[in-house]
């Protein structure tokens, strides 16, 4: 409430001083217009090139991600895609990003509240094993089973003995899946603990953003040793050869979303796909589970120069 009243006060300063609310132009519109001509009701807009890359880019792996979800269909292939990372992190975003042009029929975001007291005297997966993809079908966890190995222990919502079982669990569950027949991919979006801060002021300023405000944000902060050491503790016991962790290194949020696009379409195989140098990741973006550990082992004293 009083992040209400303070960014309904700083909307009335504006509004007293004259100064204009920023305006964004909707993400595609520079690549769309690329090629409109001058004309008496044009007016030129001029934005940075970067960004008239980055909608170029994206629009072409977008493009690959609806050839692979047709070749899907065709096939019976099942994706499951696990999105995991501190708030912040823009995980949403990239979400976002890959389903926008995906038939939702073919394509699922699981977001789970909260289990409710029925689901809370069930076996922990049983409320996750509904949700899982059947042939043709795209399914992306925004946020998964690992809020055990995370959210759950540095909230205090479970027990340190349940935290165990699922560690020691969960690598046989994801085993399972693969046998089956279900392509996995584990991510991990990691800020930087100042990135972050940048991210929830932000969301208090853009009226646009307001709904992702969370009471649990300065916690987050509050707790960031608590969550790189648990972190520490997943990625050591969950990241296995045949369901390895992906990190990916999301400061700069649009270049997170397209490595991590690239990253789904170079692992799948369908057809007409765009030759293998075309969907090269970033390898400062996109980082393995083992780097990460070994990152992480030789700072874990020193949490400031972690990733996050």
């Not at 949403?92 to 038939?103: C, D, E, P, S, Y």
Request: aromatic fraction near 8%; proline fraction near 4%; glycine fraction near 4%.
């Amino acid at each position: 409430m009083a992040r209400k009243k303070e960014n309904n006060k700083n909307n009335k300063e504006s509004k007293e001083n004259g100064k204009p609310a920023e305006i964004r132009l909707l993400e595609g519109t520079a690549a769309k217009n690329l090629k409109t001509e001058k004309g008496d009701d044009t007016t030129a807009i001029y934005i940075k090139n970067s960004s008239l890359q980055y909608e170029l880019e994206l629009k072409k792996l977008q493009i690959e991600l609806m050839k692979l979800q047709e070749s899907m269909k065709a096939s019976g292939q099942r994706i499951l895609a696990i999105f995991e990372g501190r708030d912040a992190a823009g995980k949403g975003g990239t979400i976002k990003r890959i389903t926008a042009h995906l038939n939702p029929r073919n394509t699922r975001i699981v977001a789970l509240m909260k289990p409710n007291e029925t689901e809370m005297t069930q076996w922990y997966f049983q409320r996750y094993v509904a949700h899982l993809p059947s042939a043709g079908e795209i399914v992306i966890f925004d946020r998964s089973w690992y809020n055990r190995a995370m959210v759950e222990p540095v909230m205090g919502f479970c027990t340190d003995g349940q935290n165990k079982r699922f560690l020691k669990d969960v690598p046989l569950f994801e085993e399972m899946l693969v046998k089956d027949g279900i392509k996995l991919f584990k991510f991990y979006f990691s800020v930087s603990k100042e990135v972050q801060k940048q991210r929830f002021d932000a969301r208090e300023k853009d009226p646009l953003k307001q709904y992702k405000l969370s009471p649990v944000d300065n916690l987050a902060q509050k707790y960031w040793d608590q969550y790189s050491v648990r972190k520490f503790q997943m990625l050591s016991e969950t990241n296995r050869t045949i369901s390895p962790w992906t990190i990916i290194r999301s400061n700069d949020k649009k270049a997170a979303r397209l490595n991590c696009m690239k990253f789904i379409l170079g692992q799948m195989t369908y057809e007409n796909k765009r030759p293998d140098e075309e969907l090269v990741v970033d390898p400062k973006i996109i980082v393995s589970g083992i780097d990460e550990l070994k990152h992480m082992e030789e700072n874990l004293m020193q949490p400031h120069q972690l990733h996050g």
